[in-house]
T-cell receptor, first 117, second 113 residues
Framework: GAVVSQHPSWVICKSGTSVKIECRSL??????MFWYRQFPKQSLMLMAT?????????EQGVEKDKFLINHASLTLSTLTVTSAHPEDSSFYIC?????????????FGEGSRLTVL | QKEVEQNSGPLSVPEGAIASLNCTYS??????FFWYRQYSGKSPELIMS????GDKEDGRFTAQLNKASQYVSLLIRDSQPSDSATYLC?????????????FGSGTRLQVQP
């Protein structure tokens, strides 16, 4: 099956700094990738849809200036958490779907656990 | 009303028993349904997908879909301790052409040795 790779798998940073997380589709091209966030004992919440070559679409309540998304190529999307604060500590997971349409399997990266001190 | 609803559990079953996980969804137009398994600290992995009414079997797993009742379930036969995880039900977001999945809160399954 398709593979989505995410890096780094975990990161610890100081409050006020910025952190970049990369998401790559290794064996397929993904014009769209999705970024989710998961707090402990909660489900995955969609943060934004990353569109290759255009602006990301953010879900209601997600600050686009805080969570910067760049999708510069068909295989790479990045999420930058700017001026991170302890409440941003979470498990961030990217995903992508091979092919077009919205009925196929969604493949997930390994996730990136962010801890902001 | 949430788009996808699941009982959070935990659902505890003895080893070798059948585990039954249930999910209801609100969008009657949903056409595809997915069950993901998530181990603690890991990202979700796809267990089953189902698109038509009825049953779909894959090894020890059976997905059941009833579109009229807006209900989808996952049965795990001969449950093993390694099946202990959180099971997430997901359906595609239908509005504005978004192609992401929306997830239920998940049901935590505990298989007792």
């Amino acid at each position: 099956g398709a593979v989505v790779s995410q890096h780094p798998s975990w990161v610890i940073c100081k409050s006020g700094t910025s952190v970049k997380i990369e998401c790559r589709s290794l064996d397929f091209q993904a014009t769209t990738m999705f970024w989710y966030r998961q707090f402990p004992k909660q489900s995955l919440m969609l943060m934004a849809t990353s569109n290759e070559g255009s602006k990301a679409t953010y879900e209601q309540g997600v600050e686009k200036d805080k969570f910067l998304i760049n999708h510069a190529s068909l295989t790479l999307s990045t999420l930058t958490v700017t001026s991170a604060h302890p409440e941003d500590s979470s498990f961030y997971i990217c995903s992508a779907r091979e092919g077009i349409g919205n009925t196929g399997e969604l493949f997930f990266g390994e996730g990136s656990r962010l801890t902001v001190l | 009303q949430k788009e996808v609803e699941q009982n959070s559990g935990p659902l505890s079953v003895p080893e070798g028993a059948i585990a039954s996980l249930n999910c209801t969804y609100s969008d009657r137009g949903s056409q595809s349904f997915f069950w993901y398994r998530q181990y603690s600290g890991k990202s979700p992995e796809l267990i089953m997908s189902i698109y038509s009414n009825g049953d779909k079997e894959d090894g020890r797993f059976t997905a059941q879909l009833n579109k009229a009742s807006q209900y989808v379930s996952l049965l795990i036969r001969d449950s093993q301790p390694s099946d202990s995880a959180t099971y997430l039900c997901a359906v595609p977001l239908m509005d504005t052409g978004r192609r992401a999945l929306t997830f239920g809160s998940g049901t935590r399954l505990q298989v007792q040795p």
